[in-house]
């Protein structure tokens, strides 16, 4: 009886894990490996290089990229991976707070738009139309500007240059389902505008804005890096991916300083652009 | 940015919501987006002048403050005066505003030039730029799109399929470096140290012009796809035209529309981009000046080119709104006078 019954529940966990991967694109997967990779730099950085990301050694100066060093050494003898994976931090959690920045304050406004419609709507609306007429980075250059320059305020920068574009994505998902037929059932039911907003609208939402949230988080990293190039982010010894790459290029004999970051921020927001395309397919 | 040609391509203007208005008359739709533009265009000035004077850290009292600001007492005085610095903010801004209507972008707080006289003298490297660059990026995404439907091979089409979502992966100042290593520390086909002459021009366009290539062939390429599978696309091949005449002929056209509505997010991404790519192969231009005036803290000067860039951005967004009724009659004038669509 027993031998009859184990390969069961075997059978099942393969099965399940063979559902969970199905229909999952290599590519994508890939996408995630490289995504979690880079996740995990972010929180734990000792534990992906012995070396320290500030202090270097003098003597191994513009090292070319070797097994000891995977992108080199720079100009103090630190190394360059090091210093990479020190910086996730700051160059892929800042993304996620200028995400959540613009997801929430967008969200809101194209919410409370699309929702109570009228005069708030117009209002909103020409808020959102003035956001969008001054070019996104500009306007994170601006805002950081106004608020000094560090990283966290770089993300802060690049959140508000991205109100404007959830705004309108939410206010049109909004438009979408409060004029469908079973939300005017809903109503008639007796449903509340509370209810009807909880049991309707962003559940129906979610996934496009869940979308292009993963797609923003990749333009994000970009506008922050292209921010600490800039010279807008935290000073060095920050490690920042842009600024990493803004040291690099006064150093020409030192291609790998460039290529480095660069190969990493490319992976990084080419498997995010890609995890995005995917989300919004199957939904 | 990259987002809205996304989500262009998902939702073309046909289908945007709203009531059809055969009856209303054009101009009368005309007259009201011209409104909003100016009203958009009053908004921006006052927006950035918000974000740049009330946010902590006021800038021109920092400059004038600044022991180093090489200013007298008096000049100091005068330019308080001008800006009216000690004013409440709302004074400050209806200051501020007013001349701004009247055309008056006020002066440089470091150089002490006239702003309009330090943009005027930039301008004409961005718009040599620029326009480059579009002209390049336009280019580039015709040949994309067109490979991606009629190159032999699969593989190759596909290559070509994913090459804008590759673009847009990479940020424009490795372009820029990637191109300076390549181009001109390796095979000296251009001076890094002059960077004005016209293969360095090229070269920064091509920086530029590859991330803003990228919606564009996307939304292309998804046109693309849609027409050709359209019945008078078949009716024509039976007629015996070949994939080249059919693409001249018959596909341009109505691609070419959804091209017009995503105009404002290209310029866009031209002035922005511009700012970065100037920098980094160290030309003159707006961007450059710009770059200076974030540096320096140089408040009317930063003001002015934000100012000047949602201009453009209004202006370029306005005729292609104008325009594009024009071109196919099937989009719909909604009943606000807004198009869903085509406002990115």
Same mark, same amino acid.
């Given at each position: 009886m027993s031998i009859a019954i184990a390969p069961q529940p075997a059978r099942r966990l393969s099965a399940t894990v063979r559902g969970v991967f199905t229909g999952v694109p290599p590519t994508v997967l890939l996408s995630f490996v490289i995504v979690a990779i880079v996740v995990l730099w972010a929180l734990f950085p000792g534990l992906f290089t012995s070396y320290s990301a500030v202090l270097g050694n003098p003597a191994a100066k513009f090292e070319a990229p070797s097994a000891l060093h995977w992108f080199g050494t720079d100009d103090l003898g630190r190394d360059e991976f090091a210093r990479v994976v020190y910086g996730a931090g700051a160059s892929v959690g800042t993304a996620l707070v200028a995400v959540g920045i613009g997801l929430f304050a967008g969200g809101l406004i194209g919410l409370l738009a699309g929702f109570l419609g009228g005069w708030v709507d117009a209002v909103l609306g020409r808020l959102v139309d003035t956001l969008l007429a001054i070019p996104g980075f500009l306007l994170a250059v601006v805002v950081v500007t106004g608020l000094g320059f560090n990283t966290l305020n770089a993300a802060i920068a690049t959140g508000v240059s991205s109100v404007a574009i959830f705004a309108r994505l939410m206010r049109a998902e909004v438009l979408k389902v409060r004029h469908s037929v079973f939300v005017e059932s809903s109503y008639l039911q007796g449903g509340s505008r509370g209810f009807v907003l909880f049991r309707h609208v962003l559940p129906n939402a979610y996934r496009s804005v869940l979308a292009l949230a993963v797609l923003q988080l990749g333009s994000a990293i970009?506008?922050? /890096? /292209? *921010? /600490?190039? *800039?010279?807008?982010?935290? #000073? #060095?010894? /920050?490690?920042d991916w842009g600024l990493l790459i803004a040291n690099g290029q006064n150093f020409a004999t030192a291609p790998w300083l460039v290529y480095g970051p660069a190969i990493v921020i490319v992976l990084t927001v080419l498997s995010i652009n890609r995890i995005s395309r995917w989300l919004r397919k199957t939904s | 940015m990259t987002d809205i040609a996304v989500l262009v391509t998902d939702q073309l203007p046909g289908d945007a919501p709203g009531s059809w208005s055969r009856g209303r008359p054009y101009f009368v739709y005309a007259l009201q987006r011209l409104g909003q533009a100016v009203v958009v265009i009053l908004l921006a000035y006052v927006l950035s002048f918000v974000l740049i004077t009330v946010l902590p850290g006021n800038a021109i009292a920092t400059t004038l403050g600044n022991p180093q600001s090489g200013l007298s007492p008096a000049q100091v005085k005068n330019v308080e005066s001008y800006y009216g610095v000690t004013k409440p903010v709302i004074v400050q801004l209806w200051l501020a505003l007013s001349r701004f209507v009247r055309g008056q !972008?006020?002066? =440089?707080?470091? +150089?002490?030039? +006239?702003? =309009?006289? !330090?943009?005027g003298g930039a301008l004409p490297y961005t718009l040599k730029l620029a326009g480059t660059a579009l002209l390049v990026a336009l280019i580039l995404a015709a040949v994309i799109a067109y490979g991606s439907q009629y190159l032999p091979g699969k593989w190759a089409r596909s290559v070509l399929r994913s090459a804008p979502s590759l673009f847009l992966s990479v940020p424009n100042f490795v372009i820029g470096l990637l191109l300076i290593h390549e181009f001109s520390f390796q095979l000296h086909l251009f001076d890094v140290l002059d960077p004005n002459s016209p293969v360095? $021009? &090229? &070269?920064?366009? !091509?920086?530029l012009a590859i991330p803003i290539c990228a919606p564009l062939a996307e939304v292309l390429i998804a046109n693309l796809d849609r027409e050709s599978g359209q019945e008078y696309v078949l009716v024509a %091949? =039976? %007629?015996? !035209? $070949?994939q080249a005449k059919l693409f001249a002929r018959h596909l341009v056209k109505p691609s070419m529309l959804p091209a017009v509505t995503i105009a404002a997010l290209i310029v866009g991404e031209l002035i922005g981009g511009a700012v970065i790519t100037e920098e980094v192969f160290g030309r003159n231009g707006i961007g450059s000046v710009m770059y200076q005036a974030v540096s320096n803290q140089d408040t009317p000067v930063l003001q002015a080119i934000v100012a000047l860039a949602a201009v453009v951005f209004v202006v370029v967004n306005l005729i292609a709104d104008l325009v594009s009724p024009l071109l196919d009659p099937r989009v719909r004038l909604t009943a606000g006078g807004r198009r869903e669509v085509a406002t990115a």
């Open positions: 970009i506008v922050i /890096a /292209a *921010l /600490a190039f *800039l010279g807008y982010g935290s #000073p #060095p010894p /920050a490690s | !972008l006020g002066v =440089s707080l470091v +150089t002490h030039q +006239t702003v =309009s006289s !330090l943009i360095g $021009t &090229f &070269f920064a366009a !091509l920086a %091949r =039976s %007629r015996g !035209l $070949t």
